[in-house]
Every structure is written in C-alpha cells, then in structure tokens.
C-alpha cells in the first residue's frame, strides 16, 4: 500500500491502455451512414435536377424534343388557356375535397371503433390496410368493373329482377368523378385509420379516465379530448391524402381513362395528354410545373407547421 502510494506520488502509474476499437466497431458505425446518405443525396439530386431541368423545358418551344430558345410565358399562358386544364382543377376540386373529406372522416371512424378493444382487432386492421398494398392500377381496373353498367353492380341487381335500379355513374359526365372518389377512398381509408389508431394508442389514459369522472359521453370524449390531444396527427393526415389527390394519375387512368369525354380530367393527365399523347414537351413541362406549384401550397404551409410545432415543445421543455 505504501509502495503504491509512492509510485503516485512519483507520477509513474501506468494508465490503463485505450480499448481497441476493431473493424467491426468500425463498420457497425459507418454501415448506417452508408445506407441512408447516399440514396438520400442521389434522390434529392434527381428531385431537383429534373425539377430544374422541367422548368427550364417550360419556357421553351419543345416538341418530341428540346428547343432551348426561350420563348418567355408563352406555354403557361397557352395552359392556362385551355379548356382541359381547367377542367383539370376544377375536376381536383372536387375530387380533393370528396376525397380528403371521406378518406379522413372514414378512417378517423374505423379507428374510433378498433380502439374500442373489439375482438379481432389484428385480423380487422389488417383487412381495412391491405388496400393500401394495391396498386392504385388494379385498384382503378377493379373498380371499373364492378361500375360499369353492362357488367357490374348494375347487372348483378338487374339480373336479381330489380330491373329499375341504375348506378350507372361510371358513364354519367356528372357523376363519373365520384367513382374517382369512391375508389380512392377505398383505398386510402385504411391508412388514414392507421395513422389516427396511433395517435389515439398514444393518449394519456388519464385523460380519459378523468372525462369519465365528469361524465362525459364516449363520442364526447373523442371530439373534445382525444381530437385536440392528436391534432398535429389529424393535419398530417389531411397533408398526406391532399398530396395524393394532387398527384393522383394511374387511379384515373385506369378507371375512367378521363372520360367520359373529359369528364374525369386531373392536372397529371393534363400533363400526360401534352407531353406524350400530342408530343408538346413545352407545354406539358409548363403543366408540371403549376401542377408542382400546388403541391408546394400543400406541402410548405405544413412544414412551417411542424417547425410551429417543435420551435414550440422545444419553448415549453
């Protein structure tokens, strides 16, 4: 004991040596990096090469191929001029708010009843997700026959001896974007339950326990504790299916193809008809790119949202 105190105090113990760190510390450490960054960096950079190549086309005079004498807003005004593009958006309204609406709603419900703890429960949201897994291309194809007047439900009920039964709106210029709908929200309701399932898991089981206390009702209980609780979940959901809307392109084509006429036109088929169906690149780029500018409207409010968000939990931590 006294040696050692000696040799402290001489300032000659031996440190213990660093621990090696081997190659597979190494590894383990850089594999991560390696996976994410650079599919993350390559998709960023074809995202903004091709946006800024769109662009550059748009004011173009480009047909089958690019001409890069700039012409000023000349394909802009010739889109905003024309009769399929405003067809287009006012098709997406409609579309947009049907389908967000009945999306959200619906799938807010079924995730209301599954968090009732029924029996099932795994086997039901597997059922209400898997359209999810479809492709919107069968998922429009699917529909179109069972709406289609001469094969589909319609037949089914006329064939049963209800021969004045008519659901004939795949081939009704009013009504065919209601298919679009109905189809859509098929597909998109089980994610959207999915989503505010989470959320609601996610609620304090105080809080319900105290509106329980008070008296209040079970839908009570949703509308004025657990909805303002996952509020930021409800805004990212509308976002997301807003976003689908926007872009939404095989569904229509595969179910109505636009028609009847162009009944059932949306901004992506827009941009389609002008870029491969008449070979006018400049136009069909100057499509693209309003049709960028309103995802942009949708997707840069709700970020500044979600930084609103943190900038305050950070504030209130």
């Known amino acids: 004991m006294a040696d050692g105190s000696a040799r402290v105090a001489a300032g000659v113990v031996r440190t213990a040596p660093a621990p090696r760190v081997g190659l597979g510390q190494v590894f383990g450490r850089v594999l991560p990096h390696l996976v994410m960054w650079p599919p993350l960096l390559l998709a960023v950079a074809q995202v903004l090469v091709f946006s800024t190549w769109t662009g550059v086309i748009s004011f173009t005079p480009s047909t089958l191929l690019p001409d890069y004498e700039f012409i000023g807003f000349a394909n802009y005004a010739a889109i905003l001029a024309n009769r399929s593009f405003k067809v287009g958006y006012g098709n997406l309204m409609v579309f947009g708010f049907g389908f967000v609406t009945l999306a959200a709603g619906l799938g807010l419900l079924l995730a209301i009843l599954i968090d009732q703890r029924i029996r099932a429960e795994n086997l039901l949201r597997t059922i209400f997700l898997y359209p999810m897994a479809v492709s919107f291309v069968v998922t429009g194809t699917v529909w179109q026959w069972l709406l289609n ?31 679009i709908v109905l189809a859509g929200v098929w597909q998109s309701s089980g994610f959207a339950m999915a989503l505010f ?36 979940i409800v805004v990212a959901v509308l976002v997301i299916l807003l976003q689908f809307a926007i872009k939404t392109f095989d569904l229509v084509r595969a179910l109505t193809g636009g028609g009847p006429g162009i009944a059932t036109t949306l901004p992506a088929l ?5 870029m491969f169906q008449r070979g006018q690149l400049g136009r069909g780029s100057a499509a693209a790119v309003l049709m960028l500018g309103a995802l942009l409207v949708v997707v840069v409010p709700w970020v500044v949202y979600k930084r609103h968000l943190a900038r305050r939990a950070a504030r209130d931590a």
């Open 197 to 232: 399932l989470a959320g609601i898991r996610s609620v304090d089981g105080d809080l319900f326990k105290a509106a329980a206390i008070d008296g209040a009702s079970a839908p009570r209980t949703y509308i004025k504790v657990v909805l303002p609780t996952i509020w930021p």
């Open 149 to 179: 007047p001469g094969i589909g439900i319609q037949k089914m009920v006329h064939d049963l001896g209800w021969l004045g039964f008519r659901f004939d709106w795949l081939i009704d210029r009013d009504m065919a974007i209601w298919c």
């Open 270 to 274: 827009v941009v389609y008809d002008f």
